[in-house]
């Protein structure tokens, strides 16, 4: 979102002031541009009465605070949330301040004696203490761990977002709410006895998402789940955290279980080094057997496997290069790992392109330097692709994080911008998806067509095998499985991502199943490849 300079205000909302217990009303005091000097210099605006520190003062931020959301970008979204909960922290109260916005309200609590603990309950329009309130949204518990004493002002602070904010994730958060806890003076961190924060929700959460408690890191400007545990049921959200900032819950979607999360793992590795294995071994059959190499057909599936050798033994390393030091080794494995894989993606569409040429376009083709312009596409491209992406910005490949609320422990070394990652992987993998799937369609018609109806009735069933497993190496070849996860959007099934795992990271296997088979044939058939009547001579 580009950032605005909002050169004025008009604040028309009305606030209300209310003290629980010694209290006095506030008198209301109607806002004006600069009544909240504090927050105005995020804003560009340097007001010249000095900032006063009453319940008025407070309310007024309060009543800015959300028109300066509209106007300013993530990073000073964050700053400004800071500014507000210390604002509130340092307003004067003699025991216990409500104060009341539209979608925002706060509590100023001061203790009188021992703090025992806290529980402050809130709806859109109330908040209280020790007990409940009428259509509650949250309740929160504070433990007596925190020892507030008479000189500090303990906040919380229950935001509603607007739609237009820039913060990151913030159409993620339930009911877009953050809440804000906080002792006036004191950073708290490390509770034995946590702080219990529970949301009412007036919906059944959907089976596809699950809420994830999380907290927002000023330092790094962005959500963690570090020191927060959840909990929840059909109706309430348990956020259990050992720490005071702001919080938020966060719908994701539904992970599966940590058990299936490190059986996924280890296939993945696992299958991916069985791959690169098989793949070496395949390229050295062809090297070594010169009617693989006479063979257009053998020769892309040669690049392909060596695209894939590529990927492989940049993809494996990836997650503990980015778990070192070394910044300019994860940009190079990052680089690498991006272009291997855009690779790989050019040569399964080359594939497409050949079989197209091969079994539709068959009759008096001649391609001149056939081979050699397919290299140029299928490893030019690519290239092309990257070196953009590295004239544009080479920050863009780095430590990237699979799951945000994860940053740690998910970090591997890949495209760190999301829009770059999804324009060139998810785009360009679209295109190959799409046009390698109706040349898949229009194999099967050639098959079932072509094919079976010249076999008798007892040949059919074994020619039907043999043609199902050509279908299922040509499916590998062509990339077909990868479009499962591409284009789940975030919402595949734990058994459908073992699918993928085992089908994507065998890859290689299959490849080399392939040739081996090709091997066979060539040997019992005495197949010269000079006796087709396509010719892709280079």
């Not at 040569?347 to 197209?356: I, K, S």
Request: include cysteine.
């Amino acid at each position: 979102m580009r950032r605005w300079t909002l050169c004025w205000l008009t604040l028309s909302f009305t606030f209300h002031h209310n003290v629980e217990t010694n209290e006095r009303p506030a008198q209301k005091n109607p806002a004006s541009p600069g009544c909240c000097k504090a927050l105005d210099k995020l804003n560009c605006k340097m007001p010249s009465d000095p900032e006063q520190k009453d319940a008025d003062h407070a309310s007024c931020c309060m009543e800015t605070f959300p028109l300066l959301l509209h106007n300013i970008p993530h990073d000073d979204t964050v700053k400004a949330l800071g500014v507000l909960q210390k604002v509130l922290e340092e307003t004067e109260t003699t025991n216990s301040t409500a104060l009341y916005q539209d979608n925002m309200v706060a509590l100023l609590y001061r203790p009188t004696g021992d703090f025992k603990g806290l529980q402050i309950a809130a709806s859109d329009k109330q908040v209280t203490i020790d007990s409940d309130v009428p259509n509650s949204k949250v309740s929160v518990q504070l433990p007596s761990e925190l020892n507030a004493g008479q000189n500090n002002t303990i906040v919380f602070c229950m935001i509603q977002l607007p739609n237009e904010t820039a913060l990151e994730r913030s159409d993620e958060l339930h009911d877009r709410r953050l809440v804000g806890l906080s002792v006036g003076g004191r950073s708290v961190s490390g509770l034995q006895d946590r702080v219990s924060i529970t949301i009412n929700t007036e919906t059944s959460i959907h089976k596809t998402l699950k809420p994830k408690c999380v907290f927002l890191n000023t330092t790094e400007k962005k959500f963690s789940t570090s020191g927060c545990e959840t909990k929840w049921d059909q109706n309430q959200i348990n956020c259990s955290c050992d720490h005071l900032t702001y919080f938020g819950v966060l719908m994701v979607s539904a992970e599966f279980s940590p058990k299936d999360e490190a059986i996924l793992s280890y296939i993945s590795y696992i299958g991916c080094g069985i791959s690169l294995t098989a793949l070496v071994i395949a390229v050295l059959l062809f090297i070594t057997h010169r009617k693989l190499r006479a063979d257009d057909s053998k020769k892309i599936h040669i690049s392909l496997a060596v695209a894939l050798i590529l990927l492989n033994v940049h993809f494996l390393p990836s997650q503990a290069v980015a778990a070192s030091s070394s910044t300019e080794l994860c940009r190079y494995v990052a680089l690498l790992l991006h272009y291997s894989l855009l690779a790989s993606f050019t040569w399964m569409a080359l594939e497409g392109f050949h079989l197209y040429l091969l079994l539709v376009k068959v009759f008096n083709i001649y391609v001149r330097r056939y081979l050699l312009k397919l290299s140029v596409v299928g490893w030019g491209l690519p290239a092309v692709i990257v070196t953009v992406v590295v004239i544009v910005d080479h920050n863009m490949y780095g430590r990237a994080s699979l799951d945000q609320s994860r940053p740690n422990e998910t970090a591997v070394c890949y495209i760190t911008d999301d829009k770059v990652k999804m324009g060139t992987t998810l785009g360009l993998f679209g295109m190959v998806f799409v046009v390698n799937a109706v040349m898949f369609g229009g194999i099967v018609k050639w098959l079932m067509c072509d094919k079976l109806n010249k076999q008798t009735a007892p040949s059919k069933t074994s020619k039907a095998k043999r043609e199902l497993f050509t279908l299922l190496v040509l499916m590998v070849l062509l990339g077909l499985t990868w479009g499962l996860i591409f284009f789940s959007f975030g919402q595949l099934t734990t058994a459908g991502l073992y699918v993928f795992c085992i089908i994507n990271s065998l890859q290689g296997f299959f490849i080399l199943i392939y040739f081996v088979l090709s091997m066979k044939k060539i040997t019992a058939s005495s197949f010269k490849p000079s006796s087709e009547t396509f010719s892709t001579k280079s």
